[in-house]
């Protein structure tokens, strides 16, 4: 069981709204936020819960419920539209089940402002920022136990739900406290205006947050972290670079967040992770607590079928047979089986393919058992849902980070310190070790690919390494043909959702849609 519980009193204050409609939807509870925790301080525990969770959860009645009306809740949770959006339009995952909308984001083709998948992760980002704002207003009138580092971390979850807004959509609306209940609709926000104010946010509530807090909770680390996520792609979000902004903040999180790397590579993936020194910040998942179709269980029975595995092995119950790596991620170890590497260890190959000549097909590419729901170590029981936690944030992420930041000549930075922590991230998985020479942009993306490939970063990365869009780096099923085609630069941003634009007449549609 975790230490820090999804679901409390939490659940009872927060309703279910549509977000494009209504950015201002106030909860339906009996008392207000306000009264409530006039009556009782502690209640704030319970409702910080219920934020955190809506990055990992559908809704507060479990997994068939969801807190977005209209939106499906198993399809629609946060972690699951990073997954879909970030992974299956990339290079190194594919996805079979030929879903009306997911089909078009695993081939990069035909995207328009109507897939659902968009407007989930929209509408996702769009319910949690109101609620932020909403409790950050109550919390200016009532007292309560670490008043200050709540606000924090109320301040830091909103950040983090621009911060994908930033990344995928590239403009919304600036909801704030100072809006909230504004009845016109908010003018439109660029993406400088966007960044300009999850920046200043996390700078604010920097010195605010505690160096360390309950597991799943933001501490200065985590902020630090989102912040130098934020400062390693400011070029491609505003035009200016900012990487020495990122060595600043990533070298803090590396030297003063009291991180290490786990010993055991799988651990950091496994049922009992939350044990791992290696976690900056997880979304938290509980096989009995806080279940949901959205969290790791679709990383883990998406990745699964018996067809041609056992499930049980992984600690699963159920198989949906729907992910499969392809070879632009296992063949960055080259030969599979003469690999020193133990990342390269976790494909599932016995029938299946290498080449996938038919992305439709189970068999066609390599699923992944990177995730799995079995303990680490120690036995376990298999669940219909997972208990393995998602590192949203992770050690060896900063490490690769930094060297970056390096080789792109950040200032304060040293290339014998970049080294030794890719180095000790190879050494970690039993890869031969490079020497100052090989650290370059295209090993970084290579590296970064084989260490941190379905958490949720590779299309990010790939814009960020000038990879994703046009024909000069092509992979299987990109742009819907087999050995890939160029696709537009238009696809490095999403398309506005339909509904958001005729919920919001401010708002204007990206370029190419």
């Known amino acids: 069981m975790k230490k820090f519980k999804l679901f409390t009193l939490g659940i009872l204050l927060i ?40 990055f990992a959860l559908s809704g507060a009645d479990g997994p068939g419920s969801s807190d977005i009306v209209g939106d499906d809740a198993g399809e629609s949770p946060f972690l699951r539209g990073i997954i879909n959006l970030q992974e299956f339009t990339a290079d190194g995952m594919k996805n079979r089940w030929g879903d009306d909308g997911l089909d078009q984001l695993t081939t990069t083709s035909n995207w328009d402002e109507n897939n659902k998948f968009f407007r989930y992760l929209y ?11 909403n409790l950050l207003i ?27 807004l930033i990344d995928c959509f590239g403009k919304g609306v600036l909801a704030t406290e100072a809006n909230y209940g504004q009845s016109t609709p908010l003018p439109e926000a660029s993406r400088q205006e966007l960044f300009d104010f999850v920046e200043s946010e996390l700078l604010a509530i920097e010195t605010s947050l505690p160096d360390t807090n309950s597991y799943g909770r933001a ?16 070029d491609v979000y505003t035009g200016t670079p ?40 997880p979304l938290i998942a509980d096989p009995l607590v806080s279940q949901s179709f959205g969290n790791t269980t679709y990383l883990v029975n998406g990745s699964l079928n018996v067809e041609t595995m056992t499930i049980s092995d992984f600690g699963a119950t159920q198989g949906w047979g729907g992910h499969r790596s392809t070879k632009a991620w296992y063949g960055l170890f080259g030969n599979l089986n003469t690999s020193t590497d133990d990342r390269a260890d976790l494909f599932w190959t016995n029938g299946h393919t290498f080449e996938m000549t038919d992305y439709k097909q189970w068999t066609n590419g390599y699923p992944s058992t990177k995730f799995r729901n079995s303990n680490f170590g120690g036995s376990s029981t298999p669940t219909d849902f997972s208990g393995t936690d998602f590192p949203l944030f992770r050690l060896a992420d900063a490490y690769l980070m930094y060297a970056e930041c390096v080789v792109r000549g950040a200032s304060g930075g040293s290339t014998a310190q970049a080294l030794t922590y890719v180095n000790n991230i190879r050494s970690r998985s039993n890869a031969t070790v ?12 290579d590296e970064r690919g084989r260490e941190l490939m379905f958490e949720g970063h590779r299309r990010t990365d790939l814009i960020r390494f000038g990879k994703f869009s046009g024909g000069s780096y092509l992979w299987p099923w990109k742009g819907g043909v087999v050995n890939g085609t160029s696709i537009p630069s238009t696809y490095e941003l999403f398309p506005i959702p339909l509904l958001a634009l005729q919920a919001n007449p401010n708002l204007t549609q990206n370029p190419g849609y």
Not at 20 to 47: C, K, M, R, Y
């Open 15 to 54: 309703s279910s709204i549509s977000c494009t409609d209504d950015l201002n939807t106030e909860p339906l509870v009996e008392l207000s936020l306000e009264e409530l925790l006039q009556q009782d301080p502690n209640a704030v525990t319970g409702i910080l819960s219920k934020l955190y969770g809506s």
């Open 123 to 133: 509408n996702r980002a769009y319910y949690t920022i109101p609620q932020c704002n």
């Open 138 to 164: 109550v919390l200016n009138n009532v007292d309560v136990a670490n008043k200050e580092q709540v606000i924090s971390e109320v301040r830091f979850l909103r950040s983090l739900a621009y911060y994908y």
């Open 219 to 234: 501490n200065k680390s985590v902020a630090r972290m989102l912040l130098a996520k934020l400062y390693l792609n400011a």
């Open 242 to 281: 900012k990487y020495n902004e990122a060595l600043t903040f990533v070298s803090k999180v590396i030297t003063e967040g009291g991180y290490s790397l786990d010993t055991n590579f799988g651990r950091v993936f496994s049922g009992n992770n939350n044990n791992s020194p290696e976690i900056i910040y």
């Open 434 to 445: 490079v020497s100052a020479g090989d650290l370059t942009l295209d090993f970084i993306l």
